[in-house]
C-alpha cells in the first residue's frame, strides 16, 4: 500500500530564516506531486505540483519554492520566511496515468509557525 | 477570483439526523468532483466523488449530489454521528488535461461540521 510521509510535523521558525519542508511517497511510481497550503479560517491554497523529477510548477507567486530531486521525494523550500508564510501546509500525491479521475491522498502536515 | 465556494463555514447538527454540506461552482468545465473530510492538525482523508456524467452516487451513509445546471453539489450524511465532526472540504478537477499536465483539484474553503451527542 501507499504510503506518504511528511516531515517535521511542526516547526517554529524567525522571520528571515530558511526552510525546508520533505515530502516523500512509498509504494508507487511516477506519482503526480502536490505542496498546499491551509492558512487560519481558509481553504486548501495549491502552490506546486510535479509530474515528474526537476518538473515544477509553480500556482501563485510566493516567498516560497519546490524541488523534486527523486521520483518520490518532494521539498518545500525559501531562503528568507515571511510573516504570512505561517499556515499548515500539505503534500499530496496522485497516480500519474489517471485521466481525468485525479483523487488526490494528503500526508499528514506540518504546522509552520513565523515569529 | 473563487471557483468552488463553500458559503456555509460550519453547521451543527444532533446526531441521528441527516446533514448536508452544500458546494457550488463557477466553472462549467469541471469534470470530477471529490469531497475530503479533515480533522485538526491532520492532511485531508478522501470520502466519496462524483463524475460529471452522474447525479448521485452513494457509499454507505454518505451520498453525493450533482445538480450541473446549478453548478451545484452536496454531501449528505445519513444518519450522522459524533465521529463525523469535521471540516469538509469539496474539490473539483480541471477539465480533463493530459496526464503530464498535473490534474489539479480547486478547493473550496471547508464547513466545519459538529455533530452533537
Known amino acids: 500500500s501507499q504510503t506518504i510521509h511528511q516531515w517535521p510535523a511542526t516547526l517554529v521558525q524567525p522571520v528571515g530564516s530558511p526552510l525546508s519542508l520533505e515530502c516523500t511517497v512509498e509504494g508507487t511510481s511516477n506519482p503526480n506531486l502536490y505542496w498546499y497550503r491551509q492558512a487560519a479560517g481558509r481553504g486548501l491554497q495549491l502552490l506546486f505540483y510535479s509530474v515528474g523529477i526537476g518538473q515544477i510548477s509553480s500556482e501563485v507567486p510566493q516567498n516560497l519554492s519546490a524541488s523534486r530531486p527523486q521520483d518520490r521525494q518532494f521539498i518545500l523550500s525559501s531562503k528568507k520566511l515571511l510573516l504570512s508564510d505561517s499556515g499548515f501546509y500539505l503534500c499530496?500525491?496522485?497516480?500519474?496515468?489517471?485521466?481525468?479521475?485525479?483523487?488526490?491522498?494528503f500526508g499528514p502536515g506540518t504546522r509552520l509557525t513565523v515569529l | 477570483d473563487q471557483q468552488v465556494k463553500q458559503n456555509s463555514p460550519s453547521l451543527s447538527v444532533q446526531e441521528g439526523r441527516i446533514s448536508i454540506l452544500n458546494c457550488d461552482y463557477t466553472n462549467s468545465m469541471f469534470d470530477y468532483f471529490l469531497w475530503y473530510k479533515k480533522y485538526p492538525a491532520e492532511g485531508p482523508t478522501f470520502l466519496i466523488s462524483?463524475?460529471?456524467?452522474?447525479d448521485k452516487n452513494e457509499d454507505g451513509r454518505f451520498t453525493v449530489f450533482l445538480n450541473k445546471s446549478a453548478k451545484h453539489l452536496s454531501l449528505h450524511i445519513v444518519p450522522s454521528q459524533p465521529g463525523d465532526s469535521a471540516v469538509y472540504f469539496c474539490?473539483?478537477?480541471?477539465?480533463?488535461?493530459?496526464?503530464?499536465?498535473?490534474?489539479?483539484?480547486?478547493f473550496g474553503q471547508g464547513t466545519e461540521l459538529s455533530v452533537k451527542p
Open positions: 462524483i463524475s460529471s456524467i452522474k
Open positions: 474539490a473539483a478537477s480541471e477539465p480533463h488535461r493530459p496526464y503530464n499536465q498535473g490534474g489539479k483539484l480547486i
Open positions: 499530496a500525491w496522485s497516480v500519474a496515468a489517471s485521466g481525468p479521475y485525479n483523487e488526490q491522498f
